[in-house]
């Protein structure tokens, strides 16, 4: 016999005792029964991850939290690993060149910004679509929303003349004078892309400007020798008609500074002088040849060439040339027919006496 046929003989005399339950209130008017399907809700268990059913125990909820918290802890775990890698960097951001001013500390002469040299960056930073090299900024101590250069003016002139946005890291953090200095100065030197004449500027406007009380402070202060900060000084100071009468400040070497500060010790009023008639006449000479000049050693014509000249002429007649170099040196020629009939003594003597008597006219003016 089935088990369904022995439960049936089982039970098939049992009978329902009826149980005395309240009457139920009636249905309000109107009031229509939901289907059987729909009197009460189904039930399912939670879904979780992965598509298992939730635990219906309490060990197993534990061990599933456990299990979760162990599996967010990993993770945790990878990205302090991630963020470690970049522990002490600061984020780059792409900014508007117009909302990028110079900074206070500014050591470029306008002549950086016109050589062969920033035509080549630019034309690198053109075909990179951006600057490589970051440059370093900081917000604008006055305009909000602005920033200021604390180094890579040179890259944000190029992407500002493009008009490519310069990608820059922002140091928000709080920066003195003292650090945005050390900072530009640090980054010049180790590029060695600045001139001696902008790095002299630079220091001698610190100075100027109280941000160190003396040349030797400076240099301990920026991790440089008194004798580097000597040299570039001597550049940057020497006097600005001196430097005119070269091509670009920017070509003047600390050699060619200390050669003209020996010279000023030895003749200032001589060497200031020849450096008036050399910056009119010495913008296609080079550097050496200026510094040649401004000794005036005895091949300075011959070096620079001359800058004047013309026929000399006595009642009508032609009798010789003249001609000045640069340096202010004149040259008298006479033809040989002229002083054949001239003792040449009495010639020179006379020469001597007309210097004279222009000098004296000179003073009396």
Known sequence: MSIKNKLLAMTGDLTA??????PAAAPAAGFVAPPAALAEPA????????GS????????QMAQFRNQMLAAEGELGKLRERLREHEGALPTRKLDPATIHPGHWANRHDAAFRSAAFESLKQDIAQAGGNVQPILVRPHPIEPGQYEV???????RACLELG?????VIDSGPMSDADVFAAMDRENRERADLSPFEQGQMYRRALDESLYPSNRRLAEALGVSHTWVSNVLAVA??????VECFASPLEIQHRHARQINQALERDRKGVLKRAEKLRQASRTLSASAVVGALLAPPTAAAVIGTSIGGPL?????SVGRWSQAVTGALSIELKPGVVGTVDGGLIAQALVRALQQVGEDTSAA
């Open 17 to 22: 005792t009826p149980v005395n339950l309240p």
């Open 150 to 156: 604390v180094f890579g003016h040179r890259r944000h």
């Open 164 to 168: 490519i946005a310069v990608t820059a």
């Open 237 to 242: 100071d020497l006097p600005q008609p001196i």
């Open 53 to 60: 059913p939730a635990p219906r125990t309490g060990p197993g």
């Open 43 to 50: 039930r399912f268990a939670p879904a979780m991850p992965g």
């Open 313 to 317: 002429e006595l009642d009508g007649r």
